[in-house]
């Protein structure tokens, strides 16, 4: 276990703790550690690297706590009536499958980074999460600009996977 992935596992750690301060209408102090904890996904990585810490579990892990983060804050939101049940579910979706897909990839010791749109589907997500729970104007359109990233990273995970490669459709 190194320190960045302490980080990581600290951040899905207090995932919880976002969601009940939401149930308690305590949006300020939500969206703050929310973002928090978003953020944090640099230090992970700026340790990692700084310290030559990079490990295939930390190229793992690192991106399922983003999933794990965003996903489960955007439920408690579908729950609490602030988003769109059919983004939070498409987005969903694509995470299992894009997950699906690395675990599949990392039995052959090929580990899947995220690719640039991910990235920026991520940080599209975060801001719209952010936004939502601020009820903020446009908050569903910012998602919905998330699920359509989502969309076309999740394609060109697709499209790269041994899986396609397999069934000799790429």
Same mark, same amino acid.
């Given at each position: ?5 302490? !980080? @990581?596992?600290?951040? %899905? ?6 969601? %009940? ?7 300020? &102090?939500? !969206? ?5 904890? /978003?953020? /944090? ?6 340790? *990692? ?5 990079? /490990? ?14 965003? &996903? @489960? ?9 602030? +988003?769109?049940?059919? +983004?939070?579910? %498409? ?11 690395? &675990?599949? *990839? ?8 995220? /690719?640039?749109? +991910?990235?920026?589907? @991520?940080? @599209?997500? %975060? !801001? ?10 446009? +908050? ?5 600009? *998330?699920? !359509? ?13 041994? &899986? ?7």
């Amino acid at each position: 276990m190194t320190l960045a992935n302490g !980080v @990581t596992l600290l951040r %899905i750690v207090f995932i919880p703790l976002v969601i %009940i301060l939401l149930f308690l209408g305590l949006n300020g &102090i939500a !969206v703050i550690l929310f973002l928090l904890l /978003s953020f /944090s996904d640099a230090i992970d990585g700026y340790i *990692a690297r700084r310290f030559n810490q990079v /490990s295939d579990l930390g190229k793992f892990l690192d991106p399922l706590a983003d999933k794990v983060l965003v &996903i @489960t804050v955007l439920i408690a939101l579908v729950g609490l009536g602030k +988003a769109d049940a059919i +983004a939070v579910l %498409i987005l969903t979706a694509r995470e299992l499958l894009v997950q699906g897909i690395r &675990i599949y *990839a990392a039995k052959d010791k090929h580990i899947m980074g995220a /690719s640039p749109v +991910a990235k920026w589907k @991520t940080a @599209t997500a %975060i !801001v719209a999460v952010a936004m939502l729970i601020l009820n903020l104007p446009y +908050a569903n359109w910012v998602l919905w600009l *998330a699920v !359509v990233l989502s969309l076309i990273s999740g394609g060109g995970y697709l499209w790269q996977s041994k &899986i396609l490669k397999q069934l000799k459709l790429n």
